[in-house]
């Protein structure tokens, strides 16, 4: 017994000492590019370059991001997508819930290691920034994965929508605003594959490809196939699943699909492959958009490069299905978290989105920095503000977030710091009964960005095993911008005794003049206190106001009184006067010219 | 209700139908009362009183036919090409039919004062004939005189009449006229055969004030209206097609030009409210501009009946007393200088006749 567990100190520490660390050095500016050959316009870059550079290490590395902000007129933040980031809470990184924006001409250090093997991507988590170009993939290798071995190839391929005009205008100008009072999306301009369009894939026959592809759009659901050729899909979001045969998958914004893709005996031609919008979650379709976007298997360079032929339909790989290979039986709730989703107007005019009637509205200190300075009354959900939605959570629990969507749209909803169960998810239109559930699979599928159907419902079921403040939204970037979002802290005590912040994060909030300590109203004296917190605008007023009823009231006078002018007028004598004679007939009438006096 | 019955049409024919009625029965009065040999001769009476029907029913045929092609014409070509349904169509024409109604409206009261003027503007007539009747067409008038004049006010009343309702009422659609045509001229004519008939001045007075109070409630409701479709129309503008999909709700209006909102009773779409709507000008959502608008009309309209009531007591309107006078002394001087020329050209004219005369009578002799 004690030369086993000698053995496996040893064979930690041996994997402890393998463990590299990966350094990247991220300078991020403003960089020209035009990926769809129509529009140039400014992104987002690193060092010079868009698009912006992947960032690969192997599992159990330790990864040091050293951030820059030289964009010199915005903020910015980076969130690594997926990534536990369990005992560094500090570096998941959406502003005001791990920490402050970082502003132009300061700097921020990303420090962590990746327990986790498989595909993620980075992305800005500062507003709705990331669309202008500040997103990568983030690959994390494992020689001991469960398909390793099994392909040849290990390569990714990134689906986007992509916007010509910059998304903080849009968001300002065209979409929060109260002449947008549906809240209509802004339509995206072009569709692009690895940020760019008619891409060579460069294939060799009877070679099998592990293809990571990731959705870094903003707002559109695609469709990617390949033609003439059906794949397995081996890992979705982090979690590797049983081999699942398909011929196309449906991705949403922010999740991740691998397959294992084999090619074909010849190299006779080339094969089209596709991502097709979901035009489902476009508001409207603009005439002369083209909502694909074409590359291919090239076989041989050349041989044609087909048009890719017409579908009838898209016939996906629902995910629902998948059973991830190290599978577990749905774990038994202990906790349950209600939500509904709406989106609704606000006195401003303008539409909002909502869980239980609460639009997100962000505190004035990050959340994570209120756990830190608020010793036991961490625990309590009022110090971390009215509009913030936030849920305290236990350690080493099970949540169950129950998810109901009233809206007409499809969501896609990510947890930060889990992967989460999916126990079911509804069709179209059918609100959550405990009592009569819907299928409920053995091995519930897991992943960390999961679709909601129109007017349907969602049940995930996540364990607590990672104290820190974790993000939930939707990762449609407009409607996080609404405020469709919460805020669960989970295990507050246990952050407080295990994780430090970084100098340089408290260093961005000093230098961006953010508060870092206290409740969401920055108040470090009594955290019961809110008074200063931003709160979301009023709602509209629901019939007469007082304004209404006075106006209504002085109208009606008015015209009680207009009236009885008018019948003093009618009922006034009148004589015809001399000088009205003339008036009439120009001249005054002479006593002999009136016939009625004959 | 209100698509087959547009109020501000009813009006306009009452009141363009009232003004005729009173001419042909100051007319009727005269003849009655001797005017041209009536009262010796029971033939020219009855002459005379067929005259004043006949000249009436050619110019109400004349107006039928030109009012029916006017709206024919304005209906088949006219929406089309405007698109009358656009918001800025509906506020431009309801401001317009709202000056309309209220120039015409007070006139109403005024029934006394419109007799008076015809009996003065007749006998003159009737006067002038003696002195001059040189050309064919002043003979033709002379000798049918109580014809031509009935002819020539219908004729006259009907075209302002078509006028007035074409300002007013084109926004609605076709089927909204007939109804309300029919009811303005019996009103009308109802009202002229009392005041023929003597009836009591002062009930006639009442029901006259009634429905004028009634018209200016209309038109107070028009002209908020047309500022409602203003705003609305520039509202649409800012937040292009979606306005429609909101119906009632939020975003179907501004909310920074709100005054109140309530998510039904919708004056355009919703049955009674639209009687509402029609009568009153509510709007389920109004504007700063719709209520200050009503208000101010309202105001408006009391200052001008303070105005009127000044003007018929003192001769003039206030602080203008001077200047009203100058202008009353510069007209009589005009016309009575006209007069002076006219009179030097007859005597000019009959001093040859009489000369012509004179040497005829010494050729033959």
Not at chain 1, 501 to 513: E, S, V
Not at chain 2, 119 to 133: F, H, M, Q, T, W
Request: charged share 15%; proline share 5%.
């Amino acid at each position: 017994m004690r030369a086993f567990s000698r053995l496996v100190a040893l064979a930690a520490v041996a994997t402890a000492t393998l463990a590299a660390t990966v350094q990247y050095d991220f300078s991020v500016e403003w960089v020209q590019a035009n990926p769809d050959g129509d529009y140039e316009r400014t992104f987002i870059g690193i060092n010079g370059q868009w698009p912006p550079p992947p960032i690969e290490c192997n599992i159990y590395d330790r990864v040091i991001v050293n951030v820059t902000n030289n964009l010199g007129n915005e903020s910015t933040a980076v969130h690594f997508h997926g990534l536990f980031m369990n005992g560094t809470n500090a570096m998941d990184g959406p502003v005001f819930v791990t920490q402050c924006p970082v502003p132009a001409g300061n700097s921020i250090i990303y420090n962590f290691t990746v327990d986790q093997p498989g595909t993620y991507w980075y992305h800005s988590h500062f507003g709705a920034q990331y669309p202008d170009g500040f997103r990568a993939p983030f690959i994390v290798y494992d020689p001991d994965e469960p398909y390793a071995g099994q392909y040849d190839v290990d390569t990714y391929l990134t689906v986007s929508d992509y916007y010509h005009t910059s998304i903080p205008w849009l968001m300002a100008n065209q979409f929060l605003t109260l002449t947008n009072p549906t809240g209509s999306e802004p339509i995206p301009d072009a569709a692009l594959f690895n940020d760019s369009q008619n891409i060579n894939f460069q294939v060799e026959p009877n070679k099998t490809y592990k293809i990571r592809l990731i959705n870094m759009g903003a707002l559109v659901s695609q469709y990617v196939w390949f033609e003439d050729h059906d794949f397995q899909i081996i890992e979705v979001d982090g979690v590797y699943v049983e081999p699942a045969e398909a011929s196309m998958i449906y991705i949403t914004v922010a999740q991740r699909y691998t397959i294992l893709l084999t090619t074909k005996n010849s190299t006779d031609r080339n094969y089209p492959m596709i991502a097709s919008f979901d035009t489902d979650m476009l508001d409207h379709v603009p005439p002369g958009l083209v909502w694909n976007v074409t590359g291919w298997l090239t076989y041989n360079n050349s041989a044609d490069f087909p048009q890719p032929a017409l579908i009838d339909e898209y016939n996906f790989y629902d995910d629902f299905s998948l059973v991830p290979v190290e599978n577990e039986a749905p774990y038994e709730p202990d906790y349950q978290v209600s939500v509904d989703v709406q989106m609704m107007n606000l006195g401003n005019g303008v539409n909002y989105a909502f869980f239980n009637n609460i639009t997100y509205v962000a505190p004035n200190v990050p959340a994570l920095y209120t756990v830190m300075s608020s010793g036991n009354l961490s625990t309590d959900a009022t110090i971390y503000g009215t509009n913030t939605h936030t849920y305290v959570l236990g350690y080493q629990e099970v949540v169950e977030i129950v998810l109901n969507n009233f809206d007409t749209g499809k969501h896609p909803f990510h947890l930060h710091g889990h992967t989460f169960q999916v126990i079911e998810r509804s069709d179209d239109n059918m609100v959550y009964d405990p009592s009569n559930p819907g299928t409920i699979n053995e091995y519930p599928m897991r992943r960390d960005t999961v679709y909601v159907r129109p007017g349907g419902y969602m049940v995930l079921r996540f364990k607590t095993d990672n104290p820190g403040v974790w993000f939930f939204h939707c990762h449609i970037e407009w409607h996080l911008s609404q405020g469709l979002a919460l805020v669960l802290v989970e295990a507050p005590l246990e952050i407080q005794s295990r994780q430090v912040i970084p100098d340089d994060h408290y260093a961005a909030c000093k230098a961006g003049g953010y508060a870092y300590e206290g409740n969401a109203a920055g108040n470090t004296v009594n955290l019961f206190d809110l008074s200063g917190e931003k709160l979301q605008p009023d709602p509209l007023p629901a019939g007469f106001t007082a304004r209404g009823i006075v106006a209504l009231v002085f109208s009606c006078i008015s015209a009680f009184a207009g009236m009885g002018f008018i019948a003093w007028y009618g009922l006034s004598e009148i004589k015809t006067t001399s000088p009205e004679v003339v008036d009439i007939v120009g001249e005054p009438l002479d006593n002999g010219d009136d016939d009625e006096s004959k | 209700m209100v698509q087959i019955f547009d109020v501000s049409v009813f009006f306009i024919v009452f009141r363009e139908s009232l003004e005729a009625a009173v001419v042909i029965s100051v007319l009727l009065a005269f003849i009655k009362q001797g005017v041209g040999r009536s009262a010796e001769d029971p033939t020219v009476y009855k002459q005379l009183v067929r005259h004043v029907w006949v000249g009436a029913a050619i110019g109400f045929a004349i107006c039928l036919i030109i009012g029916g092609a006017f709206v024919g014409t304005w209906y088949t070509l006219g929406t089309n090409a405007w698109g009358a349904s656009e918001d800025i169509w509906e506020g431009v024409l309801s401001i317009v039919a709202t000056i309309i109604i209220s120039v015409v409206g007070l006139a109403m009261l005024r029934l006394n004062k419109m007799k008076e003027k015809w009996r003065i503007k007749i006998s003159k007539a009737l006067a002038d004939k003696d002195v001059r009747g040189k050309n064919w067409f002043r003979r033709f008038t002379r000798k049918y005189a109580m014809g031509f004049l009935p002819f020539i006010t219908i004729l006259r009343e009907g075209i302002e009449a078509i006028v007035f309702v074409g300002g007013v009422a084109l926004s609605s659609p076709a089927r909204a006229f007939p109804l309300p045509v029919v009811c303005g001229l019996a009103a009308g004519g109802g009202i002229g055969y009392l005041l023929y008939k003597g009836g009591d001045y002062m009930k006639i007075q009442y029901f006259l004030i009634v429905a004028t109070c009634f018209l200016y409630l209309v038109a107070a409701g028009l002209f908020s209206k047309g500022v409602w479709f203003l705003e609305n129309f520039v509202w649409s503008n800012a937040v292009g097609g979606d306005v429609a999909e909101t119906g009632d709700g939020p975003g179907s209006y501004d909310v920074r030009l709100n005054v109140w909102h309530v998510n039904c009773c919708n004056g355009q779409t919703s049955g009674g409210w639209m009687i509402f709507n029609a009568i009153f000008g509510w709007q389920n959502s109004a504007t700063y501009g719709s209520v200050i608008s009503y208000n101010a009309y309202w105001i408006g309209l009391m200052v001008s009946v303070v105005l009127m009531l000044f003007k018929e007591k003192h001769g003039h309107f206030p602080l203008l007393k001077s200047w009203t006078e100058k202008r009353r002394a510069a007209k009589l001087a005009r016309r009575q200088k006209k007069r002076l020329e006219e009179a030097e050209k007859e005597s000019a004219q009959s001093h040859d006749t009489d000369s012509e005369t004179k040497e005829v009578r010494v050729s033959v002799v």
